[in-house]
């Protein structure tokens, strides 16, 4: 059982860049997370979805996107890569309802 | 809105101290579901529990224990004789259920000296 696959694991990018961070999980689950976890802090929501085609925005959407093609996979986009996204990515998957919240091992991100 | 809060950002103990956690939440749904989850040094999060806001029962669990109080609204994690294993950050989240998102305390570090 993989569980939540985030890919990659660590990653340093320069001002302006763009990149996307790659996230799968095999547990078919509805609903999908992107959360980021800034040095000493708790993790706050970018963007979930509760099913293929549908995204909508968390706390802290500004600089990222999101889609939904398939149940599997969830990415997430960094168009203009900034300072202040340096942070660590968590993916999740659960059922409705909070069942089964599963997290993948993170993506360490820092842009310089 | 939903919140919740972790008062104490980092407790330090001696090894078989017993230490507990304190967490508070808010919310304006009846129903809802709490979570602790461990996030020791290698940066992974490790789910410890899930509680259903109708079962206001205590849970034990080897050498952990959770606290849950509708009353007061609080959530709080016992760890009884403490190791140094249990070094790590400590999230307490809340999930309503009328909503898809999970919402983090800012966590308490916990750092058990041998």
């Known amino acids: 059982n993989a569980g939540v696959t985030q890919t990659p694991k660590f990653r340093i990018l320069k001002i302006g860049q763009s990149m996307t961070l790659q996230c799968t999980q095999d547990m078919n689950h509805n609903y999908m997370y992107w959360y980021r976890q800034d040095p000493g802090m708790g993790l706050k929501l970018i963007y979930y979805?509760?099913?293929?085609?549908?995204?909508d925005k968390g706390e802290v959407p500004n600089g990222y996107n999101v889609s939904r093609s398939t149940t599997e996979d969830f990415p997430l986009r960094l168009e203009l890569a900034a300072p202040s996204q340096t942070s660590v990515y968590f993916c999740?998957?659960?059922?409705?309802?909070?069942?089964?919240?599963?997290f993948g091992s993170g993506t360490r991100l820092t842009v310089v | 809105a939903q919140k919740v809060t972790q008062a104490q950002t980092e407790i330090s103990v001696v090894e078989k101290e017993d230490v507990t956690l304190d967490c508070v939440y808010e919310t304006r749904d009846t129903t809802y579901y709490l979570f602790w989850y461990k996030q020791p040094p290698s940066g992974e999060l490790v789910f410890l529990i899930r509680?259903?806001?109708?079962?206001?029962q205590n849970e034990i669990s080897g050498r952990y224990s959770w606290n849950f109080q509708k009353s007061t609204s609080s959530f709080n994690f016992t760890i009884t004789a403490s190791q140094v294993v249990d070094s790590a950050v400590y999230f307490c989240?809340?999930?309503?259920?009328?909503?898809?998102?999970?919402?983090f305390g800012e966590g308490t570090q916990l750092t058990v000296n041998p």
């Open positions: 979805s509760v099913g293929a085609g549908i995204t």
């Open positions: 989240a809340l999930k309503e259920t009328s909503g898809s998102r999970l919402t």
């Open positions: 999740a998957s659960s059922y409705p309802g909070g069942y089964g919240y599963t």
């Open positions: 509680r259903n806001s109708f079962d206001e």
